[in-house]
């Protein structure tokens, strides 16, 4: 009984020290510089737009326009920082990290934290960067030869994503692509699928 009691204390004190070390990284950790307007950073403006769609049953709201607004401003300037958040991957550590916390007792874990630390939490890079390609469109061409050339690495699915938001000006670069010759079919599926929704939304 005294063994289980040590144990779990330890483990208490580990999972502790995990999640000091996660906020500790998180606060000294420096920061990329982005493009800013109005005193907001670019990913502040594509949190407030991803943030209208889970307002339940009404997505046209001034918060998403005044986020689109400004994403419009920044304009190019912004293709730098969506090409580096497209290639997101989400370190093993902290799934890890989520997967530690989860076991804990439900008094010690903090929900806000697990939120962010969650693989599909709408504020990954790599979501972010599909939001500004989606509000940028044809105005985003310039970073159509990188996006083309990343749909046959494992970021497959997130540059189809994005070429297919960018429509027209990304449709001779994916069907030249790499993709289509893939050795993997689902890798070939997606690119067919891909060209098929842009050549639909240039009708």
């Not at 502040?44 to 998403?64: F, K, M, N, V």
């Not at 940028?136 to 061409?141: D, F, I, K, Q, V």
């Not at 970073?143 to 297919?164: F, G, Q, T, Y």
């Not at 692509?177 to 939304?201: M, Q």
Request: charged share 25%; aromatic share 8%; with cysteine.
């Amino acid at each position: 009984m005294y063994g289980a009691g040590v144990k779990r204390r330890r483990v208490i004190v580990v999972l502790l020290a995990c999640i000091v070390a996660a906020v500790v990284v998180a606060v000294v950790w420096p920061r990329e510089r982005e493009p800013e307007y109005g005193g907001k950073k670019l990913s502040e403006w594509l949190l407030q737009y991803q943030a209208q769609y889970h307002i339940d049953g009404y997505y046209d709201t001034p918060e998403l326009h005044e986020a689109e607004d400004a994403v419009r401003h920044i304009g190019t300037n912004a293709l730098p920082s969506l090409l580096r958040w497209v290639r997101y991957e989400q370190p093993a550590w902290r799934d890890k990290l989520l997967w530690l916390m989860e076991k804990m007792p439900r008094a010690l874990q903090n929900d806000s934290l697990m939120h962010k630390l969650h693989p599909y939490h709408a504020e990954r890079p790599d979501w972010l960067a599909l939001a500004g390609f989606e509000i940028l469109g044809p105005r985003a061409s310039p970073a159509v030869p990188e996006l083309a050339r990343l749909v046959n690495d494992r970021n497959a699915s997130r540059a189809m994503s994005c070429l297919i938001a960018i429509r027209e000006p990304a449709r001779e670069a994916l069907k030249t692509s790499a993709a289509f010759t893939s050795p993997d079919p689902s890798v070939r599926k997606a690119a067919t699928n891909a060209l098929e929704r842009i050549e639909g939304k240039a009708r």
